[in-house]
């Protein structure tokens, strides 16, 4: 190995920071909708599947694009794309604080999720070719730490100043952040080395057709599509639903709610010693029962109960969204790539569905009736948990 490529596969302190900022610019854009609906609702006039949308957009243009941004980063490279989508989500995110009606909303909204797979897939093919071992470990650690931290700001942020000066401001803030990342990203973040173009079409045609044959992958895929459908579905209405009489919380309240999860990504890593010991279908059950127990304790009208229900829900998603990961490398033997961007479209498909579903339930039913959608999803996430660890491997 030439003492360049050596150079490449030993990341220092900047690559990390590089690596951190690019999760925390993706997930910062990723779900701060969620935090100013009510204020939405207010200013166009509209119901609480419409303003849900705005959230369920984006997803869905993520489940949509990201087996393709994967295929296509393997044919015109990874450092240019992730800065081209980082400089795009920054013009979109501009762009919807001057939507003049909700329908440019949702559009904005969707274009950011068409942007959000040339950063999150296609990192993550750039970090497993340009760095070696454990390094790669250290750097996925620091990319999903500041993809946490960023889903986290992006609802805090737009709470905050959606409360102070209007969402329109939450998101030219958000939009000034975005834009300041995106040039630290484009003059730190490493040239690709090691970048091989491949346009082997047939070949990713054969492997698509072995992994839609692969019943364990399916059943992992299903388990995905039920953890974002509830977490999205859940967290979306349940906000909604604070910011009601008797609680009557504001945007800058519910970012203060949202710091549970926060402590919910904290719990993750201590369970990877379950794993081992227990084994991942049992952690998956152990998880969902959690985030089931924690859905329960939201019906209560007290709110310190519902934020320790919603922290407890929220732990259980991701412990459970780990176990579903570690699984999908499990379960096939070759491709795996193309089965992350198969899991990532059925999870994203899960969040948009969850956002329809549950703001339909919430208009009938208000919260409790999205509860009970979003109960319904996790005892289906356990039963394709029992079935995906007895189908022959």
Known sequence: MSLEMTAVARPNKVSRIVVWIV???AFLNLYPMQAV?????TEFSADAVQAGATVGATVLAIALLSPFVGVWSDAVGRRGLINAALFALTVLTFAISLSTSLDVVLMMRFLQGMAIPGVTVVLTAYLAEEFDGAE???LMTAYISGGVFGGFSGRFVAGYMGDFLGWRAAFIVLGSLTLCGALFVWRRLPASRRFVARRDVSGILLQFRRHAANRQLLLVCLIGFCIL?????GLTYLMLFLS???FSLSPRDLGNVFLVYLIGALVTPLAA????RLGLRAVLLLALAGAAAGLLLTFVPELPLIVFGL?????GIFVAQTVAIRRVAEVVCEGRSLAAGIYGTYYYAGGAVGT?????AYVRADWQGSGVVVLTTLVLAAAAGIMAWRQPH
């Open 23 to 25: 999760g925390f610019l």
């Open 37 to 41: 609906l009510p204020l939405l609702m």
């Open 136 to 138: 790669v470990s250290r």
């Open 229 to 233: 459908f509830s977490l999205v579905g």
């Open 244 to 246: 009601k009489a008797p």
């Open 273 to 276: 010693g379950a794993m081992t």
């Open 311 to 315: 922290t407890l829900f929220s732990s």
């Open 356 to 360: 329809w579903l549950c703001g339909l």
